[in-house]
């Protein structure tokens, strides 16, 4: 097929469904396809069970705290040459403990009284913890900046 010199082509990936349901022989179709018509220029065809069994498998996630209190969610996937990595926008951690304690969270979680205390309690550890860092970082800035802080 010839294309026009100024047909723009894209990228696109789709999930094939087979079947009424979600079916074993269920496809994902990643190609290029000219951008107006939505012809397919040209296409491959993968299981989505092979595919999504490969990325599962090969999935990692975590999540890291950064020092002014934002919660980032990562994940990555290695599969032989293929690589890909993405994170979440941060979430300051005070927005994560109130949604977590708004009151249709607590009952979805069949919160007690104990997990409570304990959240508390980790809390207030952490907290502690960051007085102390926070208290040494101003020592420090004071005995090298001879008495006057830096903010």
Do not use: K
């Not at 595919?51 to 990555?76: F, K, Q, V, Y």
């Amino acid at each position: 097929m010839a294309l026009a010199a100024r047909q723009a082509i894209e990228p696109f990936a789709e999930r094939v469904r087979l079947g009424n349901a979600r079916t074993p022989d269920d496809l994902y179709r990643f190609g290029y396809r000219v951008s107006e018509t939505g012809t397919v220029v040209a296409a491959i065809e993968i299981p989505a069970g092979l595919l999504e069994e490969a990325i599962s498998s090969n999935l990692t996630s975590s999540c890291r705290l950064t020092p002014d209190g934002d919660l980032i969610s990562e994940s990555s996937f290695d599969y032989g040459n293929a690589s890909a990595a993405m994170s979440t926008s941060p979430m300051p951690l005070d927005q994560l403990i109130r949604a977590t304690l708004a009151p249709q969270n607590l009952h979805m979680e069949e919160a007690t009284v104990a997990n409570l205390r304990t959240m508390l309690q980790r809390l207030e550890e952490s907290t502690s913890a960051v007085r102390e860092t926070l208290a040494r970082y101003v020592q420090d800035e004071e005995s090298n900046y001879g008495g006057s802080p830096v903010e």
